[in-house]
């Protein structure tokens, strides 16, 4: 096999006697690489660490006549070259790691246990930990021990590449979100009971089956399922009831029995592989072209794992398409085309406004990182106050005390949930509790295409105050002019969006972390803009020109012109060019010859 560009690259950049950290994505070739690795070192021996015991298999291929293996059942010669073993074999065999000068570990993001430690720490070795999702189950970037950290290639680059199948990723629910202060977490991840209560009172399961149904999931394609429990299998298996092609893996059944499934499933003309999480690590199924993920999962690695799963190219079906559909609000939480850049630490606020040099700019931005989201007891809040979503607004406990509160301090809970609607409790300090009714935007099966990394897609751009509770929205059509709008809450401006773009999938780009959406891109740099719109006197029909006139204000006055220069350039900008216009003063550095450039073509 030769090897591929960014194959031979990462190989290059690992560096002797360190610890390296290699980001790798599914599909991208980790077995050949770890190959590659050892043809390159030529150790004397070298420790091949996995944690499963199919993968181990596979591993051995690729050296025929020089390979042993510390693994339960197995024979074990210390005098071959390449060993390649079990976690747990290894920890309960005592081998003397001292013999090894280049260990490879695979999979290691799941692997970081102090036993994993003492193998990678060994002096005068070199270290290469191989992963796809390089996150703690906190969701932090692994770090620990690391020397050196190494990503060839992303995800989206495999797909640019055609080395993974186009994948389409669709969503109907904010399950996750709707429901965070019932989801109760033990062993980092949300207990059972939580989920059993959730997924029953939202009838999620049932949704599963619909969409089955819908679109002939069991019969037309192959298509892997994720729940998070046995038991919530055996109930989705009940609800199929003798439905064909439906097939179970999971740690109950026997080796045996899950062999047989696996094998059943793909030489099935269709069919469903349901399973708990037991093939989301080292499971390669060309046939599958479709996952509904049912999990409810605070792990992102876990997910990122999962939602790649149908993506592997099918020799017989070189034009497959992938289809993702998320029942559980994942999507919200996690980006599938992450190249963890935004998993880095991020910086105070405080430190993200001194970066500016526009001491007006700066000085904006450092009170808004103090100013507080306050909410008037016994009233909606801000974000439901004027909202079509939100209905019902009810006192059901105590008096309100008319005083203003601390957005935090202020406890939300969902009480009840039915198709199609939320029902909430806002209970203040005081002892005061509000109950409202929030509606859904989504039909139970209505599938809206979420991810998409296709160009010239249509875009909202979000730009929220924290001191004022408002957001304005940007929307960007291609082959239209650009339309602009005030939401007060999320869900609304997610629902206005639909309808705006009349369900074709489009881009969210938003100065802040927007938790309940699907598909945002944050851009800090859009922060700029906050501090200079008048959010007291907005007009929904001239948004954009008066964004526009803000930055041209702030860039007039940094270059030194004055101020009267920016009648004269405002006047030139129209609802035909407001893209354009837009764009321009949205870029960080402007210099006075770029600046009158620009209007220049708009003056005649």
């Given amino acids: 096999m030769e ?7 990462a190989v290059s950049e690992v560096i002797p006697q360190q610890v390296n950290l290699m980001t790798l994505p599914q599909r991208s070739g980790k077995s050949f690489i770890a190959k590659l690795i050892i043809d390159r070192f030529k150790p004397k021996h070298v420790l091949l660490i996995c944690g499963y015991r199919k993968i181990i298999e596979q591993l051995s291929d690729y050296f025929p006549d020089t390979h042993t293996f510390i693994l339960s059942g197995k024979q074990y010669d210390p005098t071959q070259v390449v060993h390649i073993a079990s976690y747990q ?20 993001h ?23 999702t390089p996150l703690t189950n906190g969701n932090k970037l692994l770090s620990k021990h690391i020397d050196n950290w190494i990503q060839p290639v992303t995800v989206k680059q495999l797909l640019d590449m055609g080395y993974i199948a186009p994948t389409k990723f669709f969503g109907n629910s904010n399950l996750i979100a709707d429901n965070a202060s019932e989801l109760k977490t033990s062993r980092m991840d949300f207990t059972e009971e939580a989920v059993d209560r959730i997924m029953n009172k939202s009838q999620t399961l049932q949704h599963i089956v619909d969409l089955i149904d819908s679109k002939q999931l069991n019969t037309n394609h192959h298509t892997l399922v994720y729940l998070n429990y046995i038991s919530t299998v055996d109930k989705l298996v009940e609800l199929l009831g003798d439905r064909p092609n439906v097939f179970v893996v999971h740690s109950k059944l026997s080796d045996k029995h899950q062999k047989q499934a696996i094998t059943d499933y793909t030489a099935a003309s269709g069919g469903l592989l349901i399973s708990v999480r037991s093939i989301s690590l080292g499971f390669d199924s060309p046939i599958s072209d479709t996952i509904i993920f049912g999990l409810l999962t605070k792990i992102h690695s876990l997910a990122l794992q999962i939602l790649w799963r149908a993506s592997t190219l099918n020799p017989a079906n070189p034009d497959k398409v992938a289809h993702v559909y998320d029942m559980t609000g994942q999507l919200a939480t996690v980006n ?16 993200e406004c001194e970066k500016i040099t526009n001491p007006m700019e700066r000085y ?5 990182c103090k100013q507080p989201i306050l909410v008037n007891c016994g009233t909606p809040s801000m974000a439901y106050a004027e909202s079509d979503i939100a209905n019902n607004f009810t006192v059901i406990a105590g008096t309100p005390c008319e005083e203003k509160h601390q957005l935090w301090d ?21 002892g005061c509790v509000t109950q409202f009714t929030v509606i859904n935007a989504l039909a139970p099966i209505n599938m809206i295409e979420l991810y998409t990394e296709e160009s ?18 940007i929307l960007d059509q291609p082959g239209k002019h650009l339309k602009a709008a005030e939401f007060t809450d999320s869900e609304k401006m997610y629902a206005g969006c639909l309808k705006y773009f009349k369900q074709q999938p489009f881009h969210i780009v938003s100065n802040v972390r927007m938790p309940k959406l699907p598909n945002v891109t944050v851009k800090s740099g859009l922060n700029a803009f906050v501090p200079l719109i008048d959010w007291d006197n907005i007009s929904a029909s001239s948004i954009v020109k008066q964004i526009i006139k803000a930055k041209l204000e702030s860039i007039v006055e940094a270059l030194g012109m004055k101020r009267g220069v920016v009648y004269y ?26 600046f009158f450039s620009f209007f220049e073509q708009y003056s005649n």
Avoid: W
């Avoid at 202020?410 to 005081?430: F, M, R």
């Avoid at 010239?456 to 929205?473: E, M």
């Avoid at 006047?571 to 010859?593: G, M, P, W, Y």
């Fill in 456 to 473: 010239n897609l249509p875009s909202v751009t979000i730009l929220y105050s924290k001191s004022a509770g408002r957001a304005i929205g």
């Fill in 89 to 108: 074999t290894l920890a309960n065999r005592g081998i003397d790691l001292s013999m090894y000068d280049l260990v490879i570990v695979d999979e290691y």
């Fill in 336 to 351: 599938p085309f992450t190249d963890f850049s935004e998993y880095k630490k991020s910086n105070p606020c405080s430190n």
């Fill in 410 to 430: 202020v406890k939300y809970i969902n009480t009840e949930q039915s198709d199609g609607s939320i029902l909430k409790q806002a209970s203040y300090p005081c």
């Fill in 569 to 594: 350039k405002i006047a030139l900008v129209t609802k035909h060019n407001e893209r354009e216009c837009l764009a321009f003063v949205s870029q960080d550095t402007i210099t006075r010859q770029d």
């Fill in 3 to 9: 090897p591929r560009q960014y194959q031979s690259q």
């Fill in 364 to 368: 904006f931005c450092l009170e808004s």
């Fill in 110 to 132: 799941s692997r970081t246990s102090q036993a994993v430690h003492d193998v990678i720490l060994q002096p005068d070795t070199t270290v290469v930990c191989l992963t796809g």
